[in-house]
């Protein structure tokens, strides 16, 4: 795959922070990517997420699905998203994207933004939707704009089916991988790092799927108890960051340090927070056999060599996380309705189907489930580029 598209680097005129767009590829003139906000951001980070997003789209092509792929990008800014300064900074870049948004960057909630926020800054910044460059793809704009905001009203369990969307998909394809190994979900234990939409929402399946989750880790250490954590309670003491209000605490959960959660003895760990969290320096800490990457690049490369030669399979992020961007489009497009129950048995069938084919494709050639990932979306972009159009 050849250089992006386009690459920006904006710098704010009040703080001087700056912020980031990458589109990696256009596929029918558009491109789809969140926007994140963290401080240490980098243009270098945005452009390795880009790519990303045109491998996740690619994935879930399916010819006889509404929902037809869009092309990569991701959007970046530098700055902590609990800084006095963060949201005027959200609604300056989105002003400054406005042009971007309103002709081929769809985009949305990232780490560190919620998608109120994002609507609220969207709106501020003079935009329609974050995601206007692809109505005119729709058949019926009124319809869809109308079936979508329907999903996002519809709660389970008091957290909203977007915010569950994504977790559903990563805990499928825990529980995939361990089918695969015939590995029983009773006994299995699980450590997640990050407990905001994608950590949470994952860390509820899983546990409802029989898992035992004994670690989970925020900003203020890990939370762990080789008995298992009761999950219900520490979502329910979450504030807008993921940060879990100790005082919730049941008598057996010991307060560990942050990275605690890496060595917790766990078949399973699931990164779901941020990018570069486990390097050549803390992996040989890691007794786990799976590690399934809900965040966005939280392996770094030369860590997942070391990880494969002793045998700890990395399920990648293009796959694994892949369901919350899907989810979207299919409602959307009218592949699904807004339903809970058809978001997820729909979500279930794709990322088990799409985590079957990865692990059959790595076992088949010797490689990582990673360089399998790649190799399907090799396979599948000259289908795309020949039937939609394709913009380097």
Request: with cysteine; hydrophobic share 45%.
């Amino acid at each position: 795959m050849t250089a992006p598209l386009m690459s920006l680097v904006w710098t704010d005129h009040v703080t001087g922070r700056q912020g980031f767009l990458v589109v990696d590829r256009l596929v029918r003139g558009v491109a789809s990517g969140g926007l994140r906000m963290r401080a240490g951001c980098t243009l270098q980070e945005v452009a390795g997420l880009a790519r990303g997003m045109t491998m996740k789209e690619a994935l879930h092509y399916a010819p006889e699905g509404r929902y037809v792929p869009l092309g990569g990008a991701k959007g970046g800014i530098d700055c902590d998203p609990r800084a006095p300064e963060a949201y005027g900074l959200l609604v300056r870049y989105l002003r400054a994207m406005r042009p971007y948004i309103e002709s081929f960057w769809t985009t949305g909630e990232d780490l560190g933004l919620t998608q109120d926020l994002v609507d609220r800054a969207v709106a501020e910044a003079g935009l329609v939707s974050s995601i206007q460059a692809v109505y005119p793809l729709l058949d019926d704009e009124t319809a869809a704009r109308e079936r979508l905001a329907d999903a996002f009203a519809v709660e389970v369990d008091g957290i909203g089916l977007d915010e569950l969307a994504g977790g559903c998909g990563v805990a499928e394809a825990v529980l995939a991988a361990l089918d695969r190994a015939s590995v029983p979900y009773r006994g299995t234990r699980v450590a997640v790092q990050g407990l905001g939409t994608m950590g949470g929402a994952t860390a509820r399946f899983l546990a409802r799927a029989g898992l035992t989750v004994v670690a989970v880790a925020d900003v203020k250490g890990t939370i762990a108890d080789p008995a298992g954590l009761d999950v219900e309670a520490l979502l329910a003491a979450r504030d807008a960051y993921g940060t879990v209000d100790r005082s919730v605490l049941g008598p057996g959960d010991r307060e560990l340090p942050g990275d605690a959660w890496l060595s917790a003895e766990a078949e399973v760990l699931v990164p779901a927070a941020v990018s570069y969290a486990i390097d050549t320096a803390n992996q040989d800490g890691i007794t786990a056999r799976w590690i399934v990457e809900a965040a966005n690049m939280p392996v770094r490369p030369e860590a997942e060599e070391l990880l494969a030669a002793r045998g700890v399979t990395v399920l990648p992020d293009v796959v694994v996380n892949s369901a919350t961007n899907a989810w979207w489009w299919w409602t959307l497009f009218g592949d699904i309705g807004p339903d809970a129950d058809e978001a997820f048995a729909h979500i279930r069938r794709s990322m088990r189907a799409l985590i079957d084919l990865t692990l059959t494709r790595a076992e088949a050639d010797g490689t990582t489930p990673r360089t399998a990932a790649h190799a399907l979306v090799t396979d599948r972009l000259p289908l795309i580029a020949e039937r939609f159009g394709w913009y380097r």
